[in-house]
């Protein structure tokens, strides 16, 4: 991780790290779920729209402990910027049932959700953001956003690990986890695909895209690579495999606080 930082920076990038969960943090809702956290993977605890940073309602208790080291490492960036500051709905604290819920939500996690202009595309799998957390999140916006809903097999946790989009007209996908086929904006576009397993094993989709030219992808996927720059794509190739075993690799890794718009 220290070493994509050191990439990331050399390239003009701020980056921000979340401050280390307290003890108390981590026993946040230990009655239901064993004190301990993560921390690799801030995509998820947030989600930035425009000048609305929101933080997210998420699936399972232990990732809902990830919010606090955050929420300090951003506190002066935050309030010292235009940004509209707002958490989802707090998650009933409710034990894991039967078919492995942990309740109602609304749920709705960053890595589930891509921006496409004013389209916003949200996976739901069963294992983390679910309808009502679609339903808060277009409520929340208005008319100016048009929120869709992704459906995905189960075996994958979300959206961004079985889509990636480098930019306009290119998309990296696995087409095994769409339960209802791709999503409408795909239609036109230019696709990579990759099997099942550099998908869900290597997350091979879970890129950081920098811009619409350049994409940092791990060293383990080298078909993938030749595939991005035979599309015009720079591609940076650096290890990650001690983060991607996790479950989770590039986007998983970051969350960008401000974005460039066309609109």
């Known amino acids: 991780m220290d070493a994509a930082i050191a990439i990331l920076e050399e390239r003009g990038v701020t980056v921000h790290r979340p401050e280390r969960c307290t003890h108390d943090e981590q026993k946040y809702l230990d ?5 301990s956290v993560i921390q690799f993977y801030p995509r998820d605890p947030m989600l930035v729209i425009g000048n ?3 933080e ?7 990732r809902r402990r990830e919010r606090f080291g955050i ?4 506190a002066d960036r935050l309030a010292n910027s235009n940004a509209q500051v707002v958490s989802m709905p707090p998650e009933p604290p409710t034990p894991e049932a039967a078919d492995g819920n942990w309740g109602p939500g609304p749920f709705l996690e960053g890595g589930d959700t891509f921006l496409v202009g004013r389209d916003i595309y949200v996976g739901v799998s069963g294992n983390a953001s679910n309808s009502a957390g679609v339903q808060w999140l277009q409520q929340y916006l208005g008319a100016d956003y048009r929120v869709h809903e992704v459906k995905l097999t189960k075996k994958f946790l979300h959206l ?16 095994e986890a769409f339960v209802g086929g791709l999503p409408a ?10 099997p099942y397993v550099e998908a869900k094993e290597m997350l091979g989709c879970n890129g950081l895209v920098l811009d619409e030219k350049t994409i940092m992808i791990h060293t ?13 794509q720079e591609v940076i190739e650096t290890p990650f495999d001690a983060v991607y075993r996790f479950a989770g690799a590039f986007r998983c890794w970051h ?6 718009s066309k609109l």
């Open 56 to 62: 997210t309602g998420q699936f399972f208790p232990l």
């Open 71 to 74: 929420r300090r490492a951003l």
């Open 255 to 260: 969350h960008p606080l401000v974005r460039e």
């Open 31 to 35: 009655n239901i779920f064993p004190a």
């Open 220 to 232: 383990d996927l080298p078909q993938l690579s030749k595939a991005l720059k035979n599309a015009g």
């Open 185 to 194: 904006f795909l239609k036109d576009w230019d696709l990579i695909e990759l």
């Open 160 to 175: 961004d690990c079985c889509l990636a989009t480098p930019r306009e007209g290119l998309a990296i996908i696995c087409k």
């Open 52 to 54: 609305r940073f929101i």
